[in-house]
């Protein structure tokens, strides 16, 4: 397929903000030509950081209900779309009582919401606290008494006229390399062999992490065409405020073919950037402060 159809979504993503998240949103899918696929990061419209505020229950439905603008847009453009957002089930619960909550990847095609897909693995080390707000799709496949590889069956999108077999996983859903999960969502997605695989990511700047990523991606794409997209901008978790460098990118065939500079929202790059430590560890100290 024709990489260039595929739109980096790397924004700009401000926490407790999602009147602010949806407008650069929707600026995206307008300045985006009709007919493409448009991929946005992980919880872009309630960003990802908010602690225990998952727990608000005004919060979490104001951020579903934006699903309906941007599918407004999306009709009105004649494009299609992938963006991650807060799902919820009032008819289920936690064990804590509270409203049973998904992290999830909606997918819009000319303003209809064609699929949804919840988060496998939940990240429960150093800054990330997943599993206290969210409900994997492991949980939910046992509970429903069903294979989970049922729930990985790739979609068909309309991208530039020709229809695609498209899949989606979120962040953590990449990265288990180490087999620390019982389970590997990208060995059940190759099961299906997608033409494309998008990932939406909310993964914050690490010393040494964009590279060992890049590598990762590549060896990733050596079976179908890859687009990652990760935001820009901070997230305070209380303790520790998190610079998102961006990273997204284009690979195909083993290779990267393009992607967007890290911590801008619309300079593309034909070429991977080699930092050293020092330089990266410069760049995000600057980024944040400012």
């Known amino acids: 397929m024709n990489t260039n159809s595929l739109i ?54 104001e951020c579903r209900s934006m699903n309906q603008d941007i599918l407004d847009e999306l009709k009105k453009s004649g494009n299609s779309a992938i963006w991650g957002n807060i799902d919820f089930d009032e008819t289920k619960k936690n064990e804590d009582g509270s409203i049973r909550k998904y992290n999830t990847a909606f997918v819009g095609e000319k303003g209809n919401l064609l699929w949804t897909h919840h988060k496998t693995l939940l990240p ?17 496949a046992l509970e429903e008494w069903k294979l989970l590889e049922e729930y990985y069956k790739p979609f068909e999108i309309e991208i530039d006229g020709i229809r695609h077999k498209v899949w989606v996983l979120i962040c953590e859903d990449i990265w288990n390399i180490n087999k620390d999960y019982a389970v590997d969502p990208v060995e059940l997605t190759k099961k299906y062999n997608p033409e494309i695989m998008a990932i939406v990511s909310a993964s914050p700047f690490g010393i040494g992490k964009e590279t060992f990523r890049h590598k990762l991606l590549e ?18 978790i209380g303790k520790t405020i998190h610079a998102f460098d961006g990273g997204s990118a284009v690979y195909k065939d083993g290779g990267f073919i ?23 560890i410069y760049e995000t100290l600057i980024y944040t402060l400012r």
């Open 8 to 61: 980096l979504g790397q924004i700009q993503v401000e926490a407790w903000n999602p009147e602010a998240n949806l407008k650069r949103v929707i600026k995206k899918i307008q300045e985006t030509p009709e007919g493409k696929l448009i991929i946005f990061p992980e919880m872009v419209i309630p960003g990802y950081m908010i602690g225990d505020d998952w727990l608000r229950n005004s919060y979490i439905k």
């Open 124 to 140: 429960n080390y150093r800054m990330f606290d997943d599993k206290r707000y969210f409900t994997s799709l492991r949980e939910l």
């Open 219 to 236: 060896k990733q794409s050596q079976w179908t065409t890859l687009a990652y997209v990760n935001p820009i901008w901070i997230q305070n």
């Open 258 to 280: 393009s992607g967007v500079k890290d911590f801008t929202s619309d300079t593309v790059i034909n070429i991977v950037e080699e930092k050293n430590e020092m330089e990266q």
